[in-house]
């Protein structure tokens, strides 16, 4: 079983949808949560760290469930510039960052 | 605002040819990262440093060698290239274990095409 998995994707929907991602992770000892964002052909950035009371940041909503050890992200009133590639990054204090390998999304018009 | 800068952007190698990908980042940072992304397999850990002066192997070290020359620079050097290494390559850093909010910074990463 790999580290952390995501939904495989691709998600294709319509501009002003709302979509959510899932992420699971097999180490317990998981302490840091984050979600990156990946446009084609550029770099990982960082989207949102994830805390454990779940945040937000204006249409972006991180939950992480440590019991399940799942983490999710959900995108509200999706717009065209919000098509990428999601990865979760969990990472064990002290110890490497763990990527998983990313859900794309395509927003349509 | 540079961050994590990596050198060259672009570049072709012959098969067998050697090369360095140079990477440094401006933000005092204690680890450094060199990863490998290829479609449909995510991003893999090549090497690692913890602090100036270690290294580490990640998940695929195999063709590879590295150097932390100081705390800012962390160079990846192919020694003999092959057709496999073709790829893009991202540098990155973080602060790892200085807090539980540790994030980690990519370079814009390095297009190798070995031919």
């Known amino acids: 079983r790999k580290e952390v998995e995501q939904d495989p994707g691709p998600f294709n929907v319509p501009e002003g949808a709302t979509v959510a991602f899932n992420c699971t992770y097999s180490n317990s000892a998981s302490q840091s949560f984050f979600w990156y964002r990946q446009d084609c052909r550029k770099e990982p950035k960082l989207l949102m760290s994830v805390y454990s009371s779940g945040n937000e940041d204006g249409r972006f909503t991180a939950q992480l469930n440590r019991a399940s050890q799942y983490i999710s992200l959900l995108i509200r009133d999706s717009k065209l510039s919000d098509s990428a590639t999601y990865l979760c990054?969990?990472?064990?204090?002290?110890?490497?960052?763990?990527f998983g390998p990313g859900t794309r999304l395509s927003v349509l018009p | 605002n540079a961050g994590v800068t990596q050198t060259p952007k672009f570049q072709v190698l012959k098969t067998g040819q050697s090369m360095t990908l140079q990477c440094a980042q401006d933000m005092n940072h204690n680890s450094m990262y060199w990863y490998r992304q290829d479609p449909g397999m995510g991003l893999r850990l090549i090497y690692y440093?913890?602090?100036?002066?270690?290294?580490d192997k990640g998940e695929v070290p195999n063709g590879y060698n590295v150097s932390r020359l100081n705390k800012r620079e962390f160079s990846l050097r192919l020694e003999s290239a092959a057709p496999s290494q073709t790829s893009v390559y991202f540098c990155a850093s973080s602060d790892l274990g200085t807090g539980v909010r540790d994030t980690i910074y990519f370079g814009e990463g390095s297009w190798l095409t070995v031919v």
């Open positions: 990054v969990v990472n064990i204090y002290g110890q490497n960052f763990v």
């Open positions: 440093s913890a602090s100036e002066g270690t290294t």
